[in-house]
């Protein structure tokens, strides 16, 4: 019984794509035959169907359905076979769009086809022999020819039978791409001398209602003594093989043996005939070697299943299945179908206005069917997808009929295939004008560039517009509308010229203070009352390299000694550590390079050129000196370029000793301790002197306040020691993720020292005095022993150890 399902309905709208419906219909419908209400299903008034020229594009799907305007309805125009249109693929189904005008819609309608059960199982051949010999031992199989139905589901192939069963039973075997291998299985002897030749049938039915069958006759013959079949290597085979392959080609050899000796020994090869007529494509010579012999299309299969045959000469035989799949080259160009096209468009057009809808298909599978299309540049139109292979062709910018009146666009479609295919279809789009008679500028906004730290009074560019009108009324006057650019009028940095429209620049620039602005002119025309429009101006102030890089990371100071740990087990390629720079320019000003300029050993360190890191260039050795001073340059690109240089002290040592022994180990000559015992007389004479007043000061007070002078004599104050704030490492760019600092005190002529650790994120500042044996104190200094040798000895270190 034929029926008819609506299966769903969605109706949306997104972009171009409006609504889409889902029927379900059987086979082999009557032409007229109702398949569903699409104005009621969808939501669509029939008044609609007719104001909008409603259509159904199938695009490769035939024209089997078609509208009925009138009465809202889709109807059968051509009966539908589904094995002709699906083949054995579920679900079968054709996918159509209904187009609306005026305005454009699109919809989406699936037909889902059932199968019906109208085709019996067929076999290919009608009679099959076979020769057996009357040696074959009990449970010899031999493959039967396989039927075919054309049906799916119920209604496909459901089982065989075998009569008569005195000597063979029917064996079938499901297998894994879903087909039955059908063998004739021997369960009794074969006697030729009782009967030489035995005749079956062989009857394949299906599921369907009412049950419908195919049969094919076998004859065998019974032969003399041979007890050995052929044997293939291997039960299934895989091989591939590219579509569109020449005729001859060899796609694979296989190989069956039989034991048996002499004539009984010798194996031959053949197709096994299906329906499907693999034995039409492929063929197997005698050496087993499966030669192509028709043509393969991937478009219209993907794989194949070659059944082959090894007979020997007394009638015994084997079989195997080469499953072949087919590999797609890109052969096929996209098709461009235009589903509907605008022939005018009024200039005043919104952003999106939808002008062309089309559809691309490339029956090409994976990348050799991915299409991308594009237009023509320097248009004002874009291609957008709407959903799957459908595709519109809207503007992207504003029109104006009085630049351009007409449109040739060319839509070009291309696979991703290699080589790529492509097609293309040119479109002509006319503007229709709207005359509002007021003056027109040539573009609906204006760009300009100007390089900074220019001279005022430099012409930057000249904007012009037009009016259709004439004489006195299409006389045009420039004016520059009031605005600000930052809190600053917009007229105290350009000017328009009221008759020429050229505009100057008011004041010189700079594009480190601002980048751009904008600011509007109006023209307006010498008509009674006068019409006027305005334009948007867009100034864009271009960079020069009047910026020299700035070196954030490593800071230079002029105190402390900073210095980067290497230990001596540095592998090549060891971050030492990274010169992080900025420029303030922009673009090419402002990309900078690093170059290792000067070094104490150039064959240890090297600097990336983009990302300024310093790392090591082959094994650190014991011969390499503790102390490494590297001078890195930092290029920007600008023309003429700027640079700024920086210098990174690098200690090679594996223990903090080591390192300490470098850099605080001074020589201290002759002049340098006659420097010393005058400061020391100086120091003595001073303190005598201060000690000699403070005595004469005490005593001179105990005369007049004794009582004060002894309380205070006697009480004890308190002692507030006072610790400067300690500086913090804040740069977070180190090379280690953990700071430590020590705490050294050494003397001038000892090589002895008292060290401890600080807390980490600190930097720890110690005085050592000459003795030694003073008690640590710790304050922020910036002050160098380099440049006061005279001084207590002050060292600084910032060493990074990596945890």
Not at 65 to 75: I, K, M
Not at 312 to 324: E, T, Y
Not at 618 to 644: F, M, W, Y
Not at 720 to 740: A, E, F, M
């Given at each position: 019984?034929?029926?008819q399902e609506?299966?769903?309905?969605?109706?949306?709208c997104?972009g171009?794509v409006?609504?889409?419906?889902?029927?379900?219909i059987?086979e082999?419908?009557a032409?007229g035959?109702?398949v569903?209400?699409?104005?009621r299903d969808?939501?669509?008034?029939?008044?609609?169907l007719?104001?909008g020229?409603?259509r159904?594009?199938?695009g490769d799907g035939g024209?089997?359905v078609?509208?009925?305007?009138d009465r809202?309805?889709l109807l059968?125009?051509?009966?539908?076979?589904r094995?002709t249109l699906?083949r054995?693929?579920?679900?079968?189904a054709l996918?159509l769009?209904?187009?609306?005008e005026?305005?454009?819609?699109?919809?989406r309608?699936t037909i889902e086809?059932?199968?019906i059960?109208?085709n019996?199982?067929?076999f290919?051949?009608?009679?099959?022999?076979?020769?057996?010999?009357?040696?074959?031992?009990?449970?010899?199989?031999?493959?039967l020819e396989?039927?075919?139905d054309?049906d799916?589901g119920?209604?496909?192939l459901?089982n065989?039978?075998?009569?008569?069963?005195?000597h063979?039973?029917i064996k079938?075997?499901g297998?894994?791409d879903?087909?039955?291998k059908?063998?004739?299985?021997?369960?009794?002897?074969?006697d030729?001398e009782?009967?030489?030749q035995?005749?079956?049938?062989l009857?394949a039915v299906?599921g369907?209602e009412?049950?419908?069958?195919?049969?094919?006759?076998?004859?065998v013959?019974?032969?003399?003594?041979n007890?050995?079949a052929?044997?293939?290597t291997?039960?299934?085979y895989?091989?591939?093989?590219?579509?569109?392959?020449p005729?001859?080609?060899?796609?694979?050899?296989?190989s069956?043996?039989?034991?048996?000796?002499?004539?009984?020994?010798?194996?031959?090869?053949?197709?096994s005939t299906?329906?499907?007529?693999?034995?039409?494509i492929f063929?197997i010579n005698?050496?087993?070697d499966?030669?192509?012999?028709?043509?393969i299309?991937?478009?219209?299969?993907?794989?194949?299943q070659?059944?082959v045959?090894?007979?020997?000469?007394?009638?015994?035989?084997?079989?195997?299945?080469i499953i072949?799949d087919?590999i797609?080259?890109?052969?096929?160009?996209?098709?461009?179908n235009i589903?509907?096209?605008?022939q005018t468009?009024p200039?005043?057009?919104?952003?999106?206005?939808?002008?062309v809808?089309?559809?691309?298909?490339?029956?090409?599978s994976?990348n050799?069917?991915?299409?991308n299309c594009?237009i023509?540049e320097?248009?004002?139109f874009?291609?957008t997808?709407?959903?799957?292979?459908?595709?519109s062709?809207?503007?992207?910018?504003?029109?104006?009929r009085e630049?351009?009146?007409?449109?040739?666009?060319?839509?070009t479609?291309?696979?991703?295939?290699?080589?790529?295919l492509?097609s293309?279809?040119?479109?002509?789009?006319?503007?229709s004008?709207v005359?509002?008679?007021?003056?027109?500028?040539?573009?609906?906004?204006?760009e300009a560039?100007?390089?900074?730290?220019n001279?005022?009074g430099?012409?930057?560019?000249?904007v012009k517009?037009?009016d259709?009108?004439?004489?006195q009324?299409a006389?045009?006057s420039y004016?520059l509308?009031?605005?600000s650019?930052?809190g600053v009028?917009v007229?105290s940095?350009?000017?328009?010229?009221?008759?020429?429209?050229v505009?100057h620049?008011v004041?010189s620039?700079?594009?480190?203070?601002?980048?751009?602005f904008?600011f509007?002119?109006?023209a307006q025309d010498?008509?009674?009352?006068?019409?006027?429009?305005?334009?948007?101006?867009?100034?864009?102030i271009?960079?020069?390299n009047?910026?020299p890089?700035q070196v954030?990371?490593?800071?230079?100071?002029?105190?402390?000694?900073?210095?980067?740990?290497?230990p001596?087990?540095a592998?090549?390629?060891y971050?030492?550590?990274k010169?992080v720079?900025?420029d303030?320019?922009?673009g090419?000003?402002?990309?900078?390079s690093?170059?290792?300029q000067k070094?104490?050993?150039?064959?240890?360190?090297?600097v990336?050129?983009?990302?300024?890191?310093i790392?090591t260039?082959?094994?650190?050795?014991?011969?390499d000196?503790?102390?490494?001073r590297?001078?890195?340059?930092?290029?920007?690109?600008g023309?003429?370029?700027?640079?700024?240089?920086?210098i990174?002290n690098?200690?090679?040592?594996d223990?903090?000793?080591e390192?300490?022994s470098?850099?605080?180990?001074f020589?201290?000559?002759?002049?340098y301790?006659?420097?010393?015992t005058?400061y020391l007389?100086l120091?003595?004479?001073?303190?005598s002197?201060l000690?000699?007043?403070c005595?004469?000061v005490?005593?001179?007070v105990?005369?007049?306040?004794w009582?004060?002078?002894?309380?205070?004599?006697q009480?004890?104050?308190p002692v507030?020691?006072?610790?400067p704030?300690r500086?913090s490492?804040?740069l977070?760019?180190?090379?280690l993720?953990?700071?430590?600092?020590y705490?050294?005190c050494?003397t001038?002529?000892?090589r002895?020292?008292?060290?401890k650790?600080?807390?980490?994120?600190?930097?720890n500042?110690?005085?050592?005095?000459?003795?030694?044996?003073?008690?640590?104190?710790?304050i922020?200094?910036?002050?160098n022993?380099?440049?006061?040798?005279?001084s207590?000895?002050e060292v600084?270190?910032?060493?990074?150890?990596q945890?």
């Amino acid at each position: 019984m034929k029926r008819q399902e609506v299966l769903f309905i969605t109706v949306l709208c997104l972009g171009s794509v409006c609504g889409q419906v889902s029927y379900t219909i059987p086979e082999e419908m009557a032409k007229g035959s109702v398949v569903g209400n699409i104005a009621r299903d969808l939501g669509v008034d029939v008044n609609r169907l007719k104001s909008g020229k409603a259509r159904v594009f199938t695009g490769d799907g035939g024209d089997y359905v078609e509208l009925s305007r009138d009465r809202g309805v889709l109807l059968v125009r051509e009966k539908m076979d589904r094995e002709t249109l699906c083949r054995q693929t579920t679900p079968c189904a054709l996918h159509l769009q209904m187009i609306l005008e005026n305005p454009m819609e699109l919809f989406r309608i699936t037909i889902e086809i059932s199968d019906i059960n109208d085709n019996s199982p067929a076999f290919k051949n009608d009679v099959k022999r076979f020769e057996i010999s009357e040696s074959a031992v009990k449970g010899s199989k031999f493959v039967l020819e396989r039927a075919v139905d054309a049906d799916i589901g119920v209604n496909g192939l459901k089982n065989y039978s075998l009569k008569p069963t005195d000597h063979f039973k029917i064996k079938v075997e499901g297998q894994a791409d879903g087909n039955k291998k059908v063998e004739m299985i021997l369960h009794t002897p074969l006697d030729r001398e009782k009967d030489d030749q035995i005749s079956l049938l062989l009857t394949a039915v299906d599921g369907g209602e009412p049950q419908m069958s195919g049969t094919v006759k076998i004859y065998v013959t019974v032969l003399d003594v041979n007890d050995n079949a052929p044997v293939f290597t291997q039960s299934v085979y895989k091989a591939t093989m590219a579509e569109n392959s020449p005729k001859g080609t060899t796609l694979i050899r296989v190989s069956a043996t039989d034991a048996d000796k002499g004539t009984n020994g010798d194996v031959s090869y053949s197709v096994s005939t299906t329906v499907d007529s693999v034995s039409d494509i492929f063929t197997i010579n005698e050496d087993g070697d499966v030669i192509l012999v028709g043509e393969i299309d991937f478009e219209k299969s993907t794989s194949f299943q070659i059944d082959v045959e090894a007979n020997d000469n007394g009638g015994l035989s084997d079989s195997s299945k080469i499953i072949v799949d087919i590999i797609d080259i890109n052969d096929n160009k996209p098709v461009i179908n235009i589903l509907s096209k605008s022939q005018t468009i009024p200039e005043n057009s919104p952003h999106n206005t939808v002008m062309v809808m089309f559809s691309v298909n490339d029956p090409d599978s994976n990348n050799n069917g991915k299409v991308n299309c594009a237009i023509n540049e320097n248009i004002p139109f874009i291609i957008t997808h709407s959903s799957n292979d459908f595709y519109s062709l809207v503007t992207d910018s504003e029109l104006d009929r009085e630049l351009s009146s007409e449109y040739n666009i060319t839509v070009t479609c291309s696979d991703e295939g290699v080589p790529s295919l492509s097609s293309s279809v040119t479109l002509t789009l006319q503007i229709s004008d709207v005359n509002d008679n007021a003056p027109v500028f040539e573009r609906s906004s204006y760009e300009a560039y100007i390089v900074e730290n220019n001279t005022p009074g430099l012409s930057i560019f000249t904007v012009k517009a037009t009016d259709a009108d004439w004489n006195q009324n299409a006389r045009v006057s420039y004016i520059l509308e009031d605005s600000s650019v930052n809190g600053v009028p917009v007229s105290s940095y350009v000017s328009v010229s009221a008759d020429s429209g050229v505009i100057h620049a008011v004041r010189s620039l700079d594009y480190e203070h601002i980048k751009d602005f904008h600011f509007r002119v109006k023209a307006q025309d010498g008509g009674s009352p006068p019409l006027s429009s305005n334009v948007t101006v867009k100034i864009l102030i271009q960079d020069q390299n009047d910026n020299p890089p700035q070196v954030l990371y490593p800071v230079q100071t002029g105190g402390s000694v900073v210095a980067e740990m290497v230990p001596r087990s540095a592998d090549v390629g060891y971050l030492v550590t990274k010169v992080v720079a900025v420029d303030v320019d922009s673009g090419q000003n402002a990309w900078l390079s690093y170059k290792l300029q000067k070094a104490t050993d150039r064959a240890l360190f090297e600097v990336g050129l983009q990302n300024g890191e310093i790392r090591t260039i082959r094994q650190v050795s014991d011969k390499d000196a503790v102390k490494q001073r590297l001078t890195v340059i930092v290029e920007d690109n600008g023309q003429p370029s700027r640079s700024a240089t920086v210098i990174v002290n690098v200690a090679v040592a594996d223990s903090f000793p080591e390192v300490l022994s470098e850099f605080t180990d001074f020589t201290h000559d002759k002049e340098y301790k006659d420097n010393l015992t005058f400061y020391l007389v100086l120091a003595l004479a001073v303190v005598s002197f201060l000690f000699i007043t403070c005595l004469v000061v005490i005593i001179s007070v105990k005369i007049y306040r004794w009582r004060q002078s002894r309380i205070l004599y006697q009480s004890k104050l308190p002692v507030i020691p006072y610790y400067p704030p300690r500086y913090s490492d804040t740069l977070g760019t180190g090379t280690l993720p953990h700071v430590y600092n020590y705490e050294v005190c050494r003397t001038t002529d000892s090589r002895k020292s008292d060290c401890k650790f600080g807390r980490a994120g600190s930097q720890n500042v110690l005085i050592m005095e000459p003795s030694s044996t003073g008690t640590m104190q710790r304050i922020q200094s910036d002050r160098n022993i380099l440049d006061e040798p005279d001084s207590p000895l002050e060292v600084s270190f910032s060493v990074a150890l990596q945890l």
